[in-house]
Structure formats: C-alpha cells, structure tokens
C-alpha cells in the first residue's frame, strides 16, 4: 500500500536522520496492534509498505508521478509515537547475509510469491514436498491421501538442493516458528491439479529464497505418497 | 508459547487457505471484545502468542484470515 503522512508525522519523519538520500526505513504499529510494521518513507511524507509488494509500489510510483502518487494515496493511519527507524546495520546485515545464502545455499535472491503468478497444471510426474514439525499434518487428507484446498508446498527438487546444501528449511521457507522440521510428506499432483509457484517472501525475521508451491484447490484423491523423516 | 485451539476452531482453520507452508496469518476476537491481531496459527491448531497474552481458547468469539 501507498500512504501519504499527516503533518504531524512528516514532522516525526523530519526529526529522524535519513536512512539513504531521500528515504528513511522506519518500522510502526496501528493504534489496535502490538507487531510493527515496517516501512520506506519518501521526502517524509509518502510511505511505501516494505513487504512483498514493494516492488510493485515503487512500479507504480515510477509509472506515475510524485504528486500524483502522493494525491492518491491513502492517509497513514500508524501511530505517530510508535515510529522508530530501523537500523542501517540491520538492514546492511540482511543484505550480506542474504548474498551469502544466495551464493552458497542456491536461495532464489529475487521473484514474486506463489499467490503471484498465475496458475499452471501440474505435469503429474514432479513430486511437491511438504515440511513440518508435525506428523499430524492437518493440511494432509489422509483418508482421500490428498493434499487439502489452500495449502502449501515446495517441490522436490528445492528440498533436495536444501538438504544437499545443508540449508536452514525454517529460513529459506520463511517458517514462523522455529521448531525442527521433522517430517516430508510427499505429493505427486495429477495432471489436472492446478498449481501456483514462486519464491518464498521474506516474513518472520527469514530471509527466504525457496520455492513455493500453492494449490488453491488441492489436489486430487491418491495423490499423496509417503511421509519421510525430513533430510532422508 | 503456543496453544491448542478447539476441536471446532481447528476444523474451521482446516478449511481456511494457508498463507505459507504450515502456518496461517488470523486476525482474533475475544468474547470480551478484545481483539489480536497477525497472531500465527501452526499446522491449523497451534496459536503462538506472548506469554503475557494467556488466552483460553474458550474466550474465542471469531478467528479470520488476516487480510491485509
């Protein structure tokens, strides 16, 4: 989303340093939340949601004009006390870190979320892994073995090259928790099963960079094969 | 911490689309009117909150997707 300030935040905004010419990186809260969110602010007083749609956003922002964006936008509804800038360090060390992991771990460093990108049939031979803490996996219908309506995976070959570079699945699939992942149930999509795919967004402090898969319908009935120990 | 959501909540959950591979995003209403939101949901049944929050699953009016 695109915000403009209230005057009152553009003076909160002005009384911060910059974080780079022209910009600031500040996190915030609604007036009903405890989590902050974070955000780019332009010339203090257009703010840019810092999520996964940032690179639409700033398309948007190019395709149009300063003003005209800033007309649009809706007004910022954050409070003004809980503004705070995000360190320049924290954000240089995701950078580096998520180079690293680029280079060494075959993480994907760009490219939109599965939900982005349209749908496609599976060609009923690649295999989708799904990794979890639990050996009840709720989104596994196990009587029908099939995968249930709005769920996620990732493909076999993503959890190979996770396993095979030794890499952490709780940051490159930008899990919540951090529990071990314990169990890999695997699905092989029949032909006529339609799935979304892309790369895991960074969330919940993890870089990300695997792939996703979604199936907004699931899959069919006997698609499901096996549960494995996970890296086995 | 995490907890152990109702029979009929999970199965509610269950039915909801996920927003990444195990874990689901809901905004949640308290019976008192409280309202928390962008709490995670684990595996559809699990719900991480702080441990100051102490919420018994009983206390739930209503569970959404967070849509933001």
Same mark, same amino acid.
């Not at chain 1, 002005?14 to 989590?35: F, H, N």
């Not at chain 1, 360190?87 to 993480?107: F, G, Q, T, V």
């Not at chain 2, 949640?28 to 702080?50: A, C």
């Given at each position: 989303?695109?915000?403009?300030?209230?005057?009152?935040?553009?003076?909160?905004?002005?009384?911060?340093?910059?974080?780079?010419?022209?910009?600031?990186?500040?996190?915030?809260?609604?007036?009903?939340?405890?989590?902050?969110?974070?955000?780019?602010?332009?010339?203090?007083?257009?703010?840019?949601?810092?999520?996964?749609?940032?690179?639409?956003?700033?398309?948007?922002?190019?395709?149009?004009?300063?003003?005209?964006?800033?007309?649009?936008?809706?007004?910022?509804?954050?409070?003004?006390?809980?503004?705070?800038?995000?360190?320049?360090?924290?954000?240089?060390?995701?950078?580096?870190?998520?180079?690293?992991?680029?280079?060494?771990?075959?993480?994907?460093?760009?490219?939109?979320?599965?939900?982005?990108?349209?749908?496609?049939?599976?060609?009923?031979?690649?295999?989708?892994?799904?990794?979890?803490?639990?050996?009840?996996?709720?989104?596994? !219908?196990?009587?029908?073995?099939?995968?249930?309506?709005?769920?996620?995976?990732?493909?076999?070959?993503?959890?190979?090259?996770?396993?095979?570079?030794?890499?952490?699945?709780? !940051?490159?699939?930008?899990?919540?928790?951090?529990?071990?992942?314990?169990?890999?149930?695997?699905?092989?999509?029949?032909?006529?099963?339609?799935?979304?795919?892309?790369? +895991?967004?960074?969330?919940?402090?993890?870089?990300?960079?695997?792939?996703?898969?979604?199936?907004?319908?699931?899959?069919?009935?006997?698609?499901?094969?096996?549960?494995?120990?996970?890296?086995? | 911490?995490?907890?152990?959501?109702?029979?009929?909540?999970?199965?509610?959950?269950?039915?909801?689309?996920?927003?990444?591979?195990?874990?689901?995003?809901? !905004?949640?209403?308290?019976?008192?009117?409280?309202?928390?939101?962008?709490?995670? +949901?684990?595996?559809?049944?699990?719900?991480?909150?702080?441990?100051?929050?102490?919420?018994?699953?009983?206390?739930?009016?209503?569970?959404?997707?967070?849509?933001?």
């Amino acid at each position: 989303m695109i915000y403009k300030a209230y005057r009152s935040d553009t003076e909160k905004f002005l009384s911060l340093p910059e974080t780079g010419m022209g910009y600031q990186v500040i996190e915030a809260k609604r007036s009903s939340d405890t989590v902050k969110e974070k955000f780019v602010v332009y010339n203090a007083e257009l703010i840019v949601d810092l999520d996964n749609r940032f690179p639409e956003f700033i398309r948007q922002i190019k395709i149009s004009s300063f003003p005209k964006v800033l007309n649009e936008a809706k007004p910022w509804i954050f409070e003004t006390a809980s503004i705070s800038l995000v360190s320049k360090a924290i954000l240089l060390e995701r950078r580096i870190l998520s180079e690293n992991k680029e280079k060494y771990k075959h993480r994907y460093p760009d490219g939109k979320g599965a939900k982005d990108n349209p749908k496609e049939c599976a060609n009923g031979v690649e295999l989708s892994v799904r990794l979890s803490p639990y050996e009840n996996d709720r989104r596994i !219908d196990f009587e029908k073995r099939k995968l249930k309506k709005g769920s996620y995976t990732t493909t076999e070959q993503d959890y190979k090259v996770c396993i095979k570079y030794n890499d952490d699945p709780v !940051d490159r699939y930008a899990l919540p928790n951090d529990e071990a992942i314990k169990r890999a149930f695997y699905i092989r999509p029949d032909k006529k099963d339609e799935l979304q795919r892309g790369i +895991v967004q960074p969330a919940f402090g993890h870089d990300g960079g695997g792939i996703e898969v979604f199936f907004e319908n699931g899959t069919s009935d006997n698609t499901y094969l096996k549960t494995e120990p996970y890296g086995e | 911490m995490k907890i152990k959501l109702l029979k009929k909540q999970i199965e509610l959950l269950t039915s909801l689309p996920e927003q990444g591979m195990g874990y689901q995003i809901v !905004d949640i209403t308290l019976k008192n009117g409280r309202t928390l939101k962008e709490k995670v +949901v684990l595996n559809s049944m699990y719900l991480q909150i702080d441990e100051k929050e102490k919420i018994d699953p009983n206390e739930i009016q209503t569970i959404k997707l967070h849509n933001k």
